[in-house]
């Protein structure tokens, strides 16, 4: 997918406050369906109101990583990372295209996290020695299931030792807890790891999304986005809920 990357001069020509924001996204086997059909036009509202809004259509810019694709199979020791994809970069959402997901393959959680904060270092150190200004970035952590070692871990110890996702949930636990990181867990229905979800974030507990709609938790994103300070604040809606 080809897009209008925004560059260091146009950052420094335009030196707004900028907000990175990064979609992490299950896109596995069991997204299949329903499930990706509508995960697609909860992505594209959350662009479409991020470019018609006059404030946050400057100030946002968006990336997404996803995690669930052919290209990882834990059973034949392949690099968890080969199941984790960029599919869109930092750009003006002006510039930038809703991308199409297609759901196939495991869940490499901790991965993708890793994969996203690392995008998101190295987007706010561009923003220091341009814009000058910017908004602590935020991430957003959405899934219907567990990492993808869960299973094996709790058939072996009767718990999950973690060790696809200690770094990353450490990692973003931490610069949450500082106030550098505003991480948002989304627990997609009720076989989401919710307790997984939590250990990403120290001050969000994590949202469940029933009936599979993204369009209201998506609508309230982008109006928190707004006021970033405030921090995600959740709408009214019977198909959202706050878990713990």
């Known amino acids: 997918m080809s897009t209008k990357k925004v560059t260091t001069k146009d950052l420094a020509d335009n030196p707004i406050p900028r907000l990175a924001s990064c979609l992490v996204l299950d896109t596995s086997h069991s997204m299949k369906g329903n499930a990706i059909n509508e995960l697609n036009k909860g992505v594209a509202e959350y662009m479409r109101a991020i470019s018609e809004d006059e404030k946050t259509k400057e100030m946002v810019e968006i990336a ?18 080969k199941g984790v994809k960029k599919v869109l970069d930092f750009a003006s959402v002006e510039d930038q295209k809703p991308p199409t997901f297609s759901a196939d393959g495991y869940t490499p959680m901790g991965e993708a996290v890793e994969t996203a904060l690392n995008m998101l270092e190295e987007r706010n150190q561009i923003y220091s020695e341009t814009a000058g200004t910017h908004k602590y970035p935020w991430l957003v952590l959405m899934t219907d299931g567990y990492p993808y070692d869960y299973k ?3 058939s072996e ?8 996702i200690n ?53 309230f994103l982008s109006q928190s986005q707004s006021d970033p300070d405030k921090g995600f604040i959740m709408g009214d809606s019977p198909d959202l809920e706050e878990l713990f």
């Open 167 to 219: 770094d990353a949930s450490s990692r973003s636990y931490e610069l949450d807890k500082k106030g550098k990181l505003t991480v948002i867990p989304i627990a997609l229905g009720d076989e989401a790891g919710a307790e997984i979800l939590k250990k990403f974030s120290h001050t969000n507990n994590p949202v469940k999304i029933n009936n599979l709609n993204f369009e209201d938790f998506f609508r």
């Open 152 to 154: 094996s871990s709790m």
């Open 157 to 164: 110890y009767g718990k999950y030792h973690g060790n696809s």
């Open 64 to 81: 997404i990583v996803t995690f669930g694709n052919s290209g990882f199979n834990p059973y034949n020791r392949i690099d968890p990372f």
